[in-house]
């Protein structure tokens, strides 16, 4: 059974986008990444956009990615707690995860106290005030009805046409760099509303692709997770504090 103690987060692992040998590359590096935290590690946050593109049908799931999910069924098996959040290129989620890995499958946010600490955990699709189309889409690719009919197409044709639609992801854009303009961030403004209302030590996002670590009013924090085509950035809770880490920089 696990020993570890610690809470690890990562986001934005986009398993297939930007093309099979980079994907396969990346999958590696993960790996690599689960290996050098099995032994402290006591829950994972994975926290949206692991895949690209992810459609469960009632029996058919999209291929590859075998070894990473052979890893995570290592890790569970030995009593890490998973936790898989849907974010906006992996909304279709199910019950797969739950039945092959014993994981817990996040909707939307998910609030939790460790150690006396407060954490409010989200994707961080479709919050603040950007993403303005994406909210409008959400709401319909998140409908049972729109769910219902996608399950209808051949998978053939209907991954085709969702990992098309995927590779138009800005994860396989230029990097992005934060500026401290309170508006420009979406997620920080975000986290500075619900602060008003109830505090909370840690905001942990993915879904931007950058690596920040902002201070927030009341000596809280807004981290997000970044992501792992450029940066391969983490989290990491030791029961004290929740720091920001990268791992192997991408070249």
Known sequence: MATGKKLYFASDFHLGANGYASSREREKRIIRWLDSIKDDVAELFLMGDVFDFWFEYKTVVPKGYIRFLGKLAELTDAGVKLYLFKGNHDMWMFDYFVKELGATI???????????QTFYLHHGDGLGPGDKF??????????????????RIHPN????????WSQQSRIAGAKDEYKIQHQQEWLEAYSIEVLKNRYFNYFVFGHRHLPLDIALPGNSRYINLGEW??????????????KLKYFEKAQ
């Open 106 to 116: 996040i909707t939307n946010e998910l609030v939790i106290e460790r150690s006396g």
């Open 134 to 151: 994406y909210k409008f889409l959400k709401k319909i690719f998140r409908s049972g009805f729109c769910q219902w009919l996608f399950a």
């Open 157 to 164: 044709l209907g991954v085709g046409i969702a990992n098309a």
């Open 229 to 242: 085509v450029n940066y391969n950035t983490y989290a990491v809770f030791d029961g004290t504090e929740l």
